[in-house]
């Protein structure tokens, strides 16, 4: 079925009420995006088709997370590429707002605060950018409610309360899923929020709208990144000491990258573990953070470790 394009709330309440109507459906996910879609999002698109009735994409470029007017300017608008790389993979609706339609009193006064979650690593180098990102998720989340546009109180078949409900994030932003998380525990959210792991290149890089922006000798640096994470990988799965400054040499030793952190932390608090980063061997889950610039681009990645 062709994907419909809405552009305001109440098309997108409408449509969705109407979808999950007629596919008598019991579920609906939301793939929340700023679009320059890459195989990365299609994962998102296809695992919310895969567990849902009803999948909703939404394509926004969102100015509160940017501190950089430049950058916000810079961001590549795709929305045709984008539309048809969604409706391969079978999603039903995709909400493409302005910023007016999103933000109708123009900048919100009040916003969601990331707290000290957002504060440290990518809160640290881009101050501002968490708060902006969770409130424009929090506003997405409630845009995304599935039934929202049927009579109150009924559910796709007329029952009482509203159908099952999901949200789908790339594990790639891993402080941002973390943060996100926490806000829907925090707050209630009635959703669930869902985590999709990292979709990599062949040669291990980690797909970003970003790396178009990269020049060939750029991109072929930027390996270094996943290949340290890796090392950090092999040595956990081994219950080896981790040696993360031996990773960190690795990254360093590579000119055109410029590291901003590199470290190994709690997958929940994101707190830094350091008696597992040295001389004791690895034990339990944990989960590795690495930024850096290579040439003028700004990448991060992130890898999961387990012994």
Known sequence: MPIKLVTTVAELHAQSARLLTEKNGTSQGLVPTMGALHEGHAALARTA????????ATIFVNPLQFGDATDLDRYPRTLDADLALLEAQGVDLAFAPTVEEV?????????????????????????????GALTVVAKLLHYGIPGAGLPAGKGAHGEAGLSSYRAYFGQK??????LVRRMVADLNFPVDIVGVPTVRSADGLALSSRNRFLADD?????????????????RAKARQPLDLESAQAMVESQPLVGLDYFDVVDPDTLEPLAENCRETPFRGEALALIAAKVGPVRLIDNMPLRS
């Open 49 to 56: 088709v895969e567990q849902n009735d009803v999948v909703v």
């Open 103 to 131: 933000y109708p009193g123009g900048e919100p006064l009040v916003r969601i605060t990331s707290g000290r979650l957002g504060e440290k690593w990518e809160g640290a180098s881009r101050p501002g950018h968490f708060d």
């Open 173 to 178: 932003d891993a402080q941002q899923l973390a």
């Open 218 to 234: 750029e991109r072929e640096a930027a390996l270094v990144l996943s290949r340290a994470l890796r090392l950090l990988e092999e």
